[in-house]
Every structure is written in C-alpha cells, then in structure tokens.
C-alpha cells in the first residue's frame, strides 16, 4: 500500500525558510517521480517542483532559485528545502508520486497518489 506522510511545516516570517519531508512507503522511490505541490485558499492546486526517477528536477517559475527539492532513496524520503519565504508561499503542501513518465511533471493530474499535506504559513 502506497502512503506518503508530509511534515516540516509551521508558521515563519517573510524571509525565513523551512524545510519539508515527506516519507514514502510502499514502492520504490528510486523508480517513481515524485513532487511537491501547494494549494492556498481558494486556490487551484499548483505544482512547485518535482523529481523524475533519473533525478532530473523541475520547478515553478515562483519558486526557481528559492526552492530545493531532493530525494534521499535510502530514507525513502523526498524534502523540500524553502528559503526567502514569502505570503504568497502560504499554502498546504502536498506530496506527490507516480511511476509514469511525462512530460507534465507539475501538473496535478500526472500523479495517482498524495499525501495528506502539511500546512505553511508565512507573516509579513
């Protein structure tokens, strides 16, 4: 049974940083793409960055340059290393994996399984 378990968020100020996790279980995180996506109130869910199998990344135009993402097989966990946080990063942070390949890595649809999200919250 696949499952994926978020944690890492709380509450910052602008220009703080936080990091996320999310521990998988279940299947191979050395064959699967997995990423990270948010979600802000009244929002459509928005992909953030994203890690293919051969360890190629991507990221949204919003995050480059402030966002890491990384994956450690061994701990079959993916992170999400988050610097210079802004209000507008405020949002529940959901992790993602699928074992397809596609070329639409930060879109909602392209993966099957989620987990629960952990919440972000950042002041000005």
């Known amino acids: 049974q696949v499952r994926l378990v978020e944690s890492g968020g709380g509450s910052v100020q602008a220009g703080g940083s936080l990091r996320l996790a999310c521990v998988a279980s279940?299947?191979?995180?050395?064959?699967?793409?997995m990423a990270w996506f948010r979600q802000g109130p009244g929002n459509e869910r928005e992909g953030v960055a994203s890690?293919?199998?051969?360890?190629?990344?991507e990221y949204a135009d919003s995050v480059k340059g402030r966002f890491t993402i990384s994956k450690d097989n061994a701990k079959s966990t993916l992170y999400l290393e988050m610097n210079s946080l802004g209000p507008e990063d405020t949002a529940t942070y959901y992790c993602?994996?699928?074992?397809?390949?596609?070329?639409?890595?930060?879109?909602?649809?392209?993966?099957?399984?989620w987990g629960q999200g952990t919440r972000v919250t950042v002041s000005s």
């Open positions: 993602a994996a699928d074992m397809g390949r596609t070329a639409w890595v930060l879109r909602f649809w392209s993966y099957q399984y």
């Open positions: 279940g299947f191979p995180t050395t064959t699967y793409r």
């Open positions: 890690v293919d199998a051969d360890g190629i990344k």
